[in-house]
């Protein structure tokens, strides 16, 4: 959830939507985003919206972690309204931050049982929240479990201290692993670990040694992202000062060769550029959600939703958000209602990152033009250009953003 808000046109206080937005719903599919700001520290590569106990202290009880998950519930409701009588049972929910586990097991199963209760759950729901490895024990875990949570994310970005300790993670090497089986014990039946290349002062073989020891713990999901000096934080501070280096594209993309050689020989599919998993039930499809343009609400400070082709954005603040929904309004702050042509872009640009690839007859002419000298050059795939879908080769994910560029024309 970055930091940074667009501007946007004003919402109407109650949340309403457009009455376009609200035509078809509940035949696209729909999930909720949970937003959990709160962290013990703040990591120095992270642009994340979140907070320390010490920044929110002026803020007082109003953006207290004791009472948010009343105020996510609160939000619940709202979009209840917003969203009238319309059955639209949640497939996916996703709770992110931040770090939703610095918060009770009950705070986070109440937040479920909201929306249990407002707008009931798929058979099939996936529901997933995000965790860091030091916070989270078996008791613990057995209570998510039991409350109705079936997936989760540890943040292991790496096995090594000294990468660890230049990123500011505080968990010990190992307990990542460790809470995998913690997970599996507890009964969840899908486990993700969160890797980061490119860090520096990381070798090529500590980002073997990373890859071993998460594949060696048995998730059926890794994701490897790779690192992203952002404006704004420690990080960034210190490479401008010239106390660490700046990692050029040619080392990341050695370290993603790295990766997709590791883990594919461990058997693990790729399924979008970042992401893989061992089997097709492993897919994120809350994230899969996001990729295909579907319907989604997503709830706390600096939250985004889209429904039927209008985005909006929650204040930023803990504090803004929860004095918007003590008065009895919409915490969002501004919001847009995207063109058709603004969707035929995002579908391009998110649909093409995924292994099945984007529709060939989404592009323009000069797009087309573009695929099939894409194709010739070996970043596009042939089988699937031949079934009129441009999918990306191992060499197109290098290069994924440029391919985008061009097929966008």
Not at 147 to 162: D, E, V
Request: proline content about 6%.
């Amino acid at each position: 959830m970055p930091s940074a808000l667009p501007d946007g046109e004003p919402v109407p206080s109650d949340g309403s939507l457009p009455t376009d937005a609200l035509t078809g719903l509940g035949r696209r599919p729909f999930g909720f985003y949970l937003h959990v700001p709160y962290c013990a520290s703040r990591c120095g590569y992270c642009d994340f919206n979140t907070y320390t106990a010490t920044e929110l202290r002026s803020s007082g009880a109003v953006a207290s972690q004791e009472t948010y998950a009343d105020n996510v519930v609160a939000e619940i409701r709202l979009a209840r309204k917003v969203l009238g009588d319309a059955d639209l049972p949640v497939r996916t929910v996703f709770l992110g931050g931040g770090t939703p586990t610095l918060l009770p097991a009950r705070d986070l199963v109440k937040m479920l049982a909201a929306l249990r209760e407002e707008f009931g759950l798929a058979p099939d729901a996936e529901v997933t929240t995000e965790a860091n490895p030091e916070s989270v024990d078996p008791a613990y875990l057995g209570e998510l479990r039991e409350g109705g949570y079936n997936r989760i994310s540890f943040g292991m970005q790496s096995a090594r201290p000294h990468v660890l300790q230049l990123l500011d993670r505080h968990h010990t090497p190992g307990r990542p692993e460790a809470c995998v089986a913690e997970a599996r014990a507890a009964g969840f039946e899908h486990v993700n670990l969160d890797l980061i290349y490119g860090t520096p002062g990381e070798s090529d073989d500590d980002w073997r040694a990373s890859l071993d020891a998460a594949i060696g713990a048995g998730p059926d999901h890794v994701s490897a992202y790779s690192l992203i000096v952002e404006e704004g934080t420690r990080l960034a501070a210190r490479v401008k000062r010239g106390e660490l280096p700046m990692i050029d594209d040619d080392v990341h993309a050695d370290r993603y060769l790295i990766a997709e050689q590791a883990l594919a020989a461990a058997g693990y599919g790729w399924y979008e550029v970042s992401n893989w998993a061992t089997t097709p039930e492993g897919r994120c499809r809350h994230n899969e959600l996001y990729w295909t343009g579907a319907d989604w609400w997503g709830a706390g400070p600096g939250a985004h939703s889209h429904v039927g082709g209008v985005r909006w954005w929650n204040a930023k603040h803990p504090a803004a958000y929860a004095q918007a929904l003590a008065e009895g309004r919409t915490p969002a702050q501004g919001r847009e209602v995207l063109s058709d042509e603004d969707r035929r872009v995002e579908r391009i640009l998110l649909e093409l990152r995924l292994v099945e690839g984007v529709p060939l007859d989404l592009l323009t002419g000069t797009g087309r033009k573009a695929a099939t000298k894409a194709l010739s050059d070996g970043l596009l795939a042939p089988e699937p250009y031949e079934r009129g879908r441009a999918a990306l080769t191992l060499q197109g994910r290098l290069l994924a953003d440029a391919v985008v560029r061009d097929l966008v024309d």
